[in-house]
């Protein structure tokens, strides 16, 4: 038999809250605001405390001023339509002749309406703007659907989307029927055809060692020839589409033509200079470093400079490029440079092991990067990948430089229109075009952040 | 016999990437005749030569004064095109050095603000960085230039910042300038003999101390020393140098009202609005990389360091920054690249920096393109080798000594 003590409790202890410093709105603010400005306990902590609410004050008091004079020049000072088309004088105070109040800041909306077209397409002809819309339909689609999880045939959707996408794009937007003669791409695809079979009669062993070895070379340069022509074939058919040339394209339509055709050519570009740069071969490896450094070396402007005034240097009399193009070979040339180190980088955190395992099971070296290295290092650069491609879209605004009229080349050139002449003019279009490249590069850069933390929870084991 | 060594000369991978590298070069030599030859062809159609004899017949263009056509005394119709390229180097250099000062301090600031414990701080970092860098750095140039700068007070106004002293207007920001006059030679020779001093002082203090455990006061007497010895040399040779401080006329012929040239020091807008953008823009990524390198270092450092009875300050100080700068130090420097490179935006408010004057005022009345833009290329990848060349130095001297 126990003798109760008297000191022990016979009930369970009750259960308190939790300290108010630590739970609830009121734990979080003190931990999160209030603990860091509240320490008098000695002169230093003091004046740190003091600081800190002063600091603190004055970035309310900053954010909130911000956040006010944006949402009043916005949205609440904002001018919203124009219903009897004065155009300018609606956004004109009384002083410059309008019916404003003098002192009024705000935006010009009616002013972006009127340019929107403008902003998104440029000159493109009105009644053929369906065919933008429907490459970005179907560029929208097929990317969601490349992207997003647990959809069938993702791997499928994205191959289309690399090849034939940018073919069907091409098309819809140019109009096609690009001149060049069907006899030509006929006996082109037939010296594919045979460069084709002489590579298999070699890979069979028909035409002795020397072929055996090179068979692969004349496979991939027939493939190559025939996949070349088969474009070209293509893009030479008559669809019945009225042709627009590259001078009437413009605004956002010109900035994601660039980004987009940018890094679509830059990935197998820099793939194939990041394997050169880290070749044994000392006249691969350094060629390609040379390359690679000289385009990370100079600015995308000088860049755009050289195409646009050297590039009609180095080819022949006669061959002429339109604007549009030079501007796209100098981009793909520097993003591929960018695109190469991010490989790198990938192909650097593969395990020696990797490639050591490839080899004991007898496998080439094309082999070992197209099925074991490649895949992995590719997967480990995703982030990076997208990181260069949210700076390369950025970047195509550098275009406007050099006289192509992408989105922000629109905006200035929307400015410059006196119909519509205001002091407030430039900061409408400003904000605008601001919105929409923040949409964009913070949606991809929240992508970016997705994928990493997804590929570092998969890669924890 | 014969086919087996014949066999064996092909699988031999030294041979056969040997073979492939004769291969790519001549590919490459093919290639570059190709294009050295259709360019002679391109230019002889053109009447074109090759030479750099355009560098020095006079230039006949007006640049906005800058640090550049100050340095280089620019004259129209005297100076030759040599100069321009040198104003345009000078003026690049400009914007970059206080770009990268600017950049350096906030980005320092606002990544540490990221990190702090206070949600307001730590919001107001976040929304900095995330805004400043998801916007072109070019639509940010023409905003500070176009929207913001354009809205100043026109030319025979101003608004005062420090009153006579710092004031601002459509033509620029004027600050007062120094008037250097003979002897104040002395005085820069007191300050480089004082940081000589100073260095010199510093390693002995150091040694004194591994051999001793004493301690020498070298923050207090080389501020004592520097400041000391210069201003010393200041007053004992007469004070040689003045401020001029801008004029500004409010009365007199309407045409003569507004700041006076001849006086102060004038900041043009365009090199204000280049430098605010480039400051800003590239501060938001500077940000990332400071959290990201004070992250980086593991937080059993700082308990360790308190273990052994270090203040917050020595802690951070000794421990935290050095292990956090190794880090922090090789994207800082692409950064600092990043920002030199990203200079040449300021062709499109027309700054007078390399790119603009050179690549393409000058060029356009030269029209010397190959020899020109290879100028202005070699700049550029000038300053890329050479920041290259400092990482791998500084890489080397900072690397990890594991055991």
Known sequence: MTTPHKYVRTEDAPLLPPPATEAGITGWLWQNIFASMSDFQSLGAAIRSLFMILFSLLLVYLFIDQTYGLIDFAILSAVWSDPEGLKREVCWTVQQGGSLPDGWHGACWPFVWAKQKFAWFGPYPSEELWRIYLSLIVGSIGLVWALRERLPYRRQVGVLMLTLYPLLAFILLTGGNSDASFTGIGVWIIVGLALISVGRMGAAGHLGTIFAELAGIFGIVGWGIIALNVVRGIVAVDFNLTPVGTGDWGGLLITLVVALTGIVASLPLGIILALGRRSEMPVVSVLCTIFIEFWRGVPLITVLFMASVMLPLFLPAGVNFDNLLRALIGVMLFSAAYMAEVVRGGLQAIDKGQYEGAQAMGLSYWQTMRLIVLPQALTHVIPGIVNTFIGLFKDTTLVSIVGIFDLLGAGQSAIADAAWSTPVQAITIYLYIGIIFFIFCFGMSRYSIFMENKLSKSRRH | ?403
């Open chain 2, 1 to 403: 016999m014969q086919q087996s060594s014949l066999k064996s000369i092909i699988y031999d991978a030294r041979l056969r990437g040997y073979f492939y590298q004769v291969f790519i070069l001549g590919c490459l030599a093919f290639g570059l005749w190709w294009l050295i030859d259709n360019t002679v062809t391109n230019l002889a159609d053109r009447g074109k030569t090759v030479g750099f004899g355009f560098l020095t017949e006079n230039a006949g263009f007006q640049i906005s004064s800058t640090l550049g056509t100050w340095l280089f005394d620019y004259k129209v119709g005297q100076s030759s095109y040599l100069d321009v390229y040198f104003i345009g180097i000078a003026n690049t250099f400009l914007v970059a050095v206080l770009g990268i000062a600017g950049a350096t301090v906030l980005g320092f600031t606002v990544g540490i603000m990221r990190l702090s414990k206070n949600f307001i701080i730590r919001s107001f970092a976040t929304v900095y960085i995330e805004l400043l860098r998801n916007i072109p750095l070019l639509l940010q140039l023409f905003f500070w230039y176009f929207a913001v700068l354009r809205a100043l007070p026109s030319k025979r106004d101003k608004i005062e910042i420090i009153p006579d002293v710092v004031a601002m207007n459509i033509t620029g920001l004027y600050l007062p300038a120094p008037v250097i006059e003979p002897g104040f030679i002395y005085s820069v020779i007191a300050f480089v003999i004082a940081i000589i001093i100073t260095l010199v002082m510093k390693s002995w203090a150091q040694k004194r101390q591994f051999e001793t455990g004493q301690r020498f006061p070298v923050l207090w007497t080389a501020l004592g020393l520097i400041i000391g010895l210069t201003m010393l040399t200041f007053w004992i040779t007469g004070s040689p140098m003045n401020w001029s401080y801008p004029e500004f006329k409010m009365t007199g012929a309407i045409l003569r009202r507004g700041f006076q040239s001849g006086s102060g020091m004038v900041l043009v807008p365009e090199m204000l609005a280049v430098w605010l953008a480039l400051t800003l823009y590239t501060a938001a990524f500077i940000a990332e990389i400071v959290r990201a390198g004070i992250l980086a270092v593991a937080k059993g450092q700082t308990e360790a360091a308190y273990s052994i009875g270090m203040r917050p300050g020595m802690t951070l100080r000794l421990i935290i920054i050095p292990q956090a700068l190794r880090v922090i130090i090789p994207p800082l420097t692409s950064q600092y690249l990043n920002l030199t490179k990203n200079s040449s935006l300021a062709v499109a408010i027309a700054y007078p920096e390399l790119v603009s004057i050179f690549a393409g005022t000058a060029l356009n009345q030269v029209g010397k393109e190959i020899e020109m833009i290879f100028m202005m290329m070699m700049v550029y990848l000038t300053f890329s080798v050479a920041t290259a060349a400092f990482m791998n130095w500084f890489n080397a001297r900072v690397k990890l000594v594991e055991r």
